[in-house]
Structures are given as structure tokens and as C-alpha cells.
């Protein structure tokens, strides 16, 4: 007899081998191994050009790949249906386009681009207003995305990014241009999020990388470290080519391990 209890899926999320990619003559990321399971929270950090965005349009399946290969959820990238969700760069958005905050959420909903006479459903509406609610901003629905703050647009491109229902949620850069209490609030919802499925999260904000993600990797133009969400100074150094103090002073959670007494060095 065969046994019917199903098996779970060990398919990892993204199974990055090798990867190189060059924008012409230029390498943007070279020899990246990466891989990520499901359900993981992972971080990336780096610095400016070190090639976070590029990693993510690889996963994306946006430029083509020089050599080595990426899929996800077991596919090529761009093949994998509605599996991914994606966040883009804030400053990558026309914030005075005249298009309301609901009209947003639901051109997540196409995904052969919009054409001039296309009509949502009423379904669409009704789960546009539902992932609006999930993210926090359902009153805000008929504001035009130019009375937004920075926080509020930020929730909305969460949401157009949820209408695809992801496996897999790619956020670039969420928490540039939002206050303190929309960090937090943003960080709050992902943790949920991350109950439901896979996260990668480009980010600038290092105190983030400790108390949020399970895992982080940092990228230099290759994988300078890829491991627990705990770094040390070497890492450190090696990813921003000069010493950075990474001490949260006053927060609980901490990028680097702490110093000794005489302040010489890092507990171990
Ligand atoms: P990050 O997101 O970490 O700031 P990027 O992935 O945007 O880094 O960029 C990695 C490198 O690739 C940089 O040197 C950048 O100048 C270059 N680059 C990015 N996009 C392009 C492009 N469209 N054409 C040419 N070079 C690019």
C-alpha cells in the first residue's frame, strides 16, 4: 500500500549557483552562490552598486544572466507564475502620477500590463480593499498617491505586491523615506507576512538586520558573507571597505558583538 500522507516540499525558494552578471563590459555581481528555503526572512545588505537591486532582478527574471543560474520554487526566473511578489525602490516611483491608492493595488492584478479598456472585477476590487486592510491603509483607498506620506505610499506598494498572493516577497529599499513609526510598522507587518511566506529584504538599515531577518547575506559585488543575522567587524569592514560602528546603543538588539571591557576589542 502506498502511503498517502504528503510529503513537504524541501524545494528551496531561490537556488542561486555561480551567478555573474554584467551590465556590458561592467560586472555588477560575480560567482554569487545563494540559497534560500521556504518561509525564510532573508536580509541583504551592502553598499551602494555592491549589486543588491541587480541580484533582485535576477530572482525577478528582469536582465539576463551572464552565467550560472537562478531559479525559484524550482523554476526559471520569469517563469515561476504569480509566485513573487515585488517591492520596488521608492525612488523609482512617479509619486505625482494622478492614480488613486485603490487603482494602484489593482493594477497588481495584471499581469500582461494594462491595456486601454481593461475593466477590474468586482473580486479584484473586494481583495484590493481586503490587502489594503492587511497592510493598514483600507481608508486611505481613494487618495490620490501624491497625499501620501512616505510610510503610507511604502504600504501600498506592499500591497500591490501582495496582489499577486506571493510565495516569495521581494522588497527593495521599504523603510528609505519613512519615519520612525512607520519603520516599526512596516517591520511589523512583514514579520506577519513572513508567517505566510518567503521574504528578501534589500536594506540600508543595519539596526534592522538583528531584530528582524533570520538570515542575512551581504553583498560587495560578490557574497561577502551569507550566515546568521549577526555580524562581526571583519564582515563589516570587508562589505564597506572602511570601519563602521554598528553598536545600537540603547537597542536591545545588536549588529556586532559586543565590546570588552577595555573597549579593545569584541566579546567573543
Ligand atoms: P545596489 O542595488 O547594491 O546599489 P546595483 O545592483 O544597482 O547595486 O548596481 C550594481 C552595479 O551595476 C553598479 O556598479 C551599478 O552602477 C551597475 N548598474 C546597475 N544597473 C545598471 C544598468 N542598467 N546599466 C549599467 N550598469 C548598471
Known amino acids: 500500500m502506498t502511503d498517502a500522507v504528503s510529503q513537504p516540499d524541501f524545494t528551496p525558494a531561490i537556488s542561486i549557483d555561480n551567478l555573474t552578471v554584467y551590465y556590458g563590459q561592467t560586472p555588477a555581481i560575480t560567482g554569487v552562490c545563494l540559497n534560500v528555503s521556504d518561509g525564510e526572512y532573508l536580509g541583504i545588505i551592502g553598499p551602494n552598486g555592491g549589486g543588491k537591486s541587480t541580484l533582485l532582478k535576477a530572482i525577478l527574471g528582469l536582465i539576463p544572466v551572464s552565467s550560472g543560474s537562478v531559479s525559484v520554487y524550482g523554476h526559471p526566473p520569469g517563469k515561476s507564475g504569480g509566485v513573487i511578489g515585488y517591492v ?4 523609482s516611483m512617479d509619486r505625482l502620477f494622478p492614480i488613486s491608492v485603490l487603482e494602484v493595488v489593482l ?18 476590487r473586494k481583495k484590493a480593499l481586503e ?47 519613512v519615519d520612525a513609526a512607520s519603520r516599526e510598522h512596516i517591520y511589523g507587518l512583514l514579520a506577519e507576512l513572513n508567517k505566510k511566506m518567503t521574504i528578501i529584504l534589500v536594506t540600508h538599515d543595519l539596526l534592522a538586520i538583528s531584530s528582524q531577518v533570520n538570515r542575512l547575506a551581504c553583498l560587495n559585488g560578490s557574497l561577502v558573507y551569507h550566515g546568521e543575522p549577526e555580524l562581526n567587524r571583519e564582515v563589516v569592514n570587508q562589505l564597506y ?28
Open 88 to 91: 520596488p525602490q521608492f525612488a
Open 107 to 124: 493594477t497588481g492584478f495584471l499581469n500582461k500590463g494594462l491595456s486601454p479598456f481593461h475593466r477590474y472585477t468586482e473580486d479584484n
Open 241 to 268: 571597505g572602511c570601519p563602521v560602528d554598528l553598536i545600537a546603543h540603547g537597542v536591545p538588539h545588536r549588529v556586532l558583538k559586543e565590546h570588552n571591557e577595555h573597549g579593545k576589542g569584541y566579546r567573543q
Open 131 to 177: 490587502i489594503l486592510d492587511t497592510v493598514g491603509i483600507a481608508s486611505l483607498a481613494g487618495r490620490q498617491i501624491s497625499a501620501l506620506s512616505g510610510g503610507e505610499f511604502q504600504r501600498m506598494l506592499i500591497a500591490r505586491a501582495l496582489a499577486v498572493n506571493p510565495k516569495l516577497l521581494l522588497l527593495d529599499e521599504p523603510t528609505a523615506s
